[in-house]
């Protein structure tokens, strides 16, 4: 059922002849899924060179953003999604090919964090602090 909505998307994808894709998802995915969505590419016509997990992969655009160039440590958090993922995530630079290369070092998260919950939370916060700053509104 997947597969047939990433047909049209192909169809545009084979126009511009973009063949290769890399695919991210979320931090927590059981195993189990990942030959599924490498399949579900292979069913669009792509031929997926990775499968990239959130935090990885921000880690990454971060490092490109920001033209980093050495050794570094982020912590990089997810919040959002119903969930809140936080990953401690080492990038080594390449200078030779002058690749990125990183490595999850840590990872941990809370599934009751995040999305409606914690967008919920927030909401009361600040209706709360309003109501006390201002009195009577």
């Known amino acids: 059922m997947l597969s047939l909505r ?11 002849r973009l063949r290769k894709q890399v695919q991210f998802v979320t931090q927590f995915l059981n195993f189990d899924y990942l030959p599924r969505l490498h399949h579900t590419g292979q069913i669009a016509g792509l031929n997926v060179m990775q499968i990239v997990n959130e935090p990885t992969a921000a880690a990454i655009a971060f490092c490109y953003d920001r033209q980093i160039k050495e050794k570094k440590l982020a912590l990089v958090y997810d919040l959002g999604g119903g969930t809140f993922d936080v990953s401690l995530v080492q990038i080594q630079y390449e200078t030779e090919t ?34 006390r700053a201002n009195p009577g509104k």
Do not use: K
Request: proline residues 4%.
């Open 6 to 16: 990433f047909q049209p998307i192909s169809a545009i994808l084979r126009e511009i």
């Open 98 to 131: 002058s690749l990125l290369y990183p490595e999850v070092i840590a990872s941990n998260g809370d599934g009751h964090l995040g999305g409606l919950d914690f967008t919920s939370n927030v909401r009361d916060l600040f209706v709360e602090e309003f109501l």
